[in-house]
């Protein structure tokens, strides 16, 4: 079974920055295509972004076109997301999976956006 670990939220004001993490403790990782969640409280888990396992196709929600970025290396089982101009509306704890949601959840990692 494959385990992930997003790390690197935390709280930060509106207009900042994060870096998230996602380390996948399986090879498959690097034959996957990938993807960020989030869930915000009272809300339903939702596909963010996603990411070709070459890392040279990407999708993005509409809500973070243009301010998010998702990557991936694969030699070291590992992907991110770079989010920049974050919004009051982008807290939540975000999670990483395929993009198809098949591998069990890992813990994910809060965000939270305020002044």
């Known amino acids: 079974q494959v385990k992930l670990v997003e790390s690197g939220g935390g709280l930060v004001q509106p207009g900042g920055s994060l870096r998230l993490s996602c380390a996948a403790s399986e090879i ?17 888990r939702e596909l ?13 929600a509409d809500s973070v076109k243009g301010r998010f970025t998702i990557s991936r290396d694969n030699a070291k089982n590992t992907m991110y997301l770079q ?16 993009a198809q949601g098949f591998w069990s959840w ?4 809060q965000v939270t956006v305020s002044s």
């Open 48 to 60: 963010v972004a996603t990411i070709s396992s070459s890392g040279d196709s990407t999708n993005y």
């Open 83 to 98: 989010m920049n101009s974050l919004k009051p509306e982008d807290t939540a704890v975000y999670y990483c999976n395929t």
């Open 106 to 109: 890992g813990q994910g990692t």
């Open 28 to 44: 498959i990782f690097v034959i996957s295509r990938m993807g960020w969640y989030r869930q915000a409280p009272g809300n339903q």
